[in-house]
């Protein structure tokens, strides 16, 4: 495997993140924390792979199935409240009549 | 399956996640960015299912199936002042499982060296976000209590477990098979996660919710590295600096340091203060409060955790819409730390449909606050407080706050007398010009808005 070239992917994204993240207003920051938390649940990729390997033990299959459970869990609610969040940010509405 | 396709699947999954981020910095482009993080992670599952390795598939679909049937009702249901505890509650299940994948990876193939090290600092970080975050859910949720709770010794005490479980994990990447030392570590883990929150107040809310954030993206990350998988570590390295700079905004808007924050008990001055004789106040009824704002020109209304408690935002908005029919200037003054997460407030009040170009940050609106006839501070108490900028002994000094103040009238609406938060007295509340309206904020300014809506 190669290590060093994962460091540098590491190293590059958090730059990345550092600098697309400055630049979010603070009137968003409840919504971004949703989405940034939704998107840590990229471990259900990890969960899956526990969970679907060919002769897993029982631990592995137990400990994968509640990741799966877990991460999901994660998953679908961080980006729905998210959704459910930006909704509600309107700028001044027209005129009602 | 070839490896390329899934690998390419990855690749499009890592560019959705950044592209989503970069769609989050504005309102008018942020829905597009859940939309795109939502096909990121789509992406993400499809191309894992498409691999060869894995095989089963019942499992999954459980989990799958199960996970949707939570995940839901938690998004849909949940009333937006409970966001805080939905996004601790929601961090804990993400740290938990990057904690129990690790412990799987580990017993599995008890591996030695770089990946071991991974799956050591994975599994650390996943237990101890996870009790971590469900303890901050048990205290926003106040089924523990709020306040920080502080021993002698504590700082010495936890940083003495941290210690050895690192140790432990240390020794644990050269001699993976002892699995007692494992699980030893992993309790260390989770008792240190516990810990870490205990002497954590609910004015400290927002930094640590923040950095409990980035720490569930450090775990996914090592977790990439410790299955050799780029996309985890991109996610993973995302959300950790999202997490760690929403929490140094957050301790640079209340001019602390991490380490105060997490060390430093916010909540020790209280018995001091509480001796204090009681200091005369001018109070104001509904009534005298409407003539008052319905006289204004310029009303400056700061919303503190109190609105989000007495759930007033929308009696709040009502108030907004009655002042501006009669011409007055009414703005919203956000500071960063107010409520018990980043943008706490800014959600509220756009729940409560107030258009958020009112919603002005602290640097924005402190120029104008001399100009301002009329600062209505509700339910805010700290964030307010002149001591930050007058009293260099008191707790708070140093902290950026809005300068109500300077307003020519404040208001401030407040259950009663007891100091805030932090247990600091608020000379602001003594002032000559300051009129207390005390009651329950919802009430209150129902009382205000069915006054001026009766007489004009």
Known sequence: MNYEFGVYVFVLAAFLGFELIRKVSPLLHTPLMSLTNAIASISVVGAILVSGEKDASTLSRVLGFIAVVAATTNLVSGFLITDRMLKMFKKREPAKK | ?456
Request: hydrophobic letters at 50%.
């Open chain 2, 1 to 456: 399956m070839n490896p390329g396709i899934y690998q390419a699947l990855y690749i499009i999954s890592a560019a959705s996640f950044i592209l989503a981020l970069k769609w989050m910095s504005a309102p008018a482009t942020s829905r597009r960015a859940v939309i795109s993080g939502e096909i990121g992670m789509l992406l993400a599952i499809v191309a894992t299912l498409l691999r060869q390795e894995v095989i089963s598939y019942e499992w999954i679909a459980a989990g799958l199936i199960v996970g949707s049937a939570i995940g839901v009702p938690l998004a849909m249901l949940m009333p937006m002042t409970h966001v805080p505890q939905r996004t601790a509650i929601s961090q804990a299940c993400g740290a938990l499982a990057s904690a129990l994948i690790g412990t799987a990876e580990y017993f599995r193939q008890l591996p030695h060296g770089f990946t071991m090290g991974a799956l050591v600092l994975e599994t650390l970080l996943g237990f101890l976000t996870f009790t971590a975050s469900l303890m901050a859910f048990g205290k926003l949720q106040e089924l523990l209590p709020s306040r920080p709770i502080t021993f002698r010794g504590q700082n010495f005490f936890n940083l003495g477990i941290l210690v050895i479980a690192v140790a432990l994990g240390g020794s644990l990447v050269f001699h993976p098979e002892n699995t007692i030392i494992f699980s030893i570590f992993v309790l260390l883990a989770l008792v240190f996660g516990v810990l870490m929150i205990i002497p954590i107040g609910g004015a400290d809310m927002p930094t640590v919710i923040a950095l409990l954030n980035s720490y569930a993206g450090l775990s996914a990350c090592a977790m990439g590295f410790a299955l050799d998988n780029k996309l985890l570590i991109i996610a993973g390295a995302l959300d950790g600096s999202s997490g760690l700079i929403l929490s140094i905004i957050m301790c640079r808007a209340m001019n602390r340091s991490f380490t105060n924050v997490l060390f430093g008990g916010f909540g020790q001055l209280q018995a001091a203060v509480a001796g204090q004789e009681a200091k005369p106040v001018r109070s104001a009824s509904p009534d005298e409060a409407a003539a008052i704002l319905g006289d204004a020109r310029s009303v400056v209304i700061i919303p503190g955790y109190g609105m989000a408690v007495a759930q007033a935002q929308h009696k709040i908005r009502e108030l907004h819409d009655i002042l501006i029919k009669r011409g007055v200037d009414v703005k919203f003054a956000i500071h960063p730390v107010a409520g018990r997460m980043p943008g706490h407030m800014n959600v509220l009040l756009a729940e409560a449909d107030v258009p958020y170009d009112k919603l002005i940050e602290m640097e924005d609106i402190n120029g104008e606050m001399a100009m301002t006839d009329v600062a209505l501070v509700v339910g805010a108490n700290d964030i307010v407080n002149p001591a930050a900028l007058n009293d260099p002994t008191s707790p708070i000094a140093g902290m950026p706050i809005l300068d109500a103040y300077k307003s020519r009238t404040i208001m401030v609406i407040k259950r009663g007398m007891s100091p805030g938060f932090a247990g600091i007295d608020n000379e602001l509340y003594y002032m000559d010009k300051t009129l207390m309206l005390f009651g329950d904020a919802k009430s209150f300014v129902a009382g205000i808005v069915k006054e001026l809506s009766s007489n004009h």
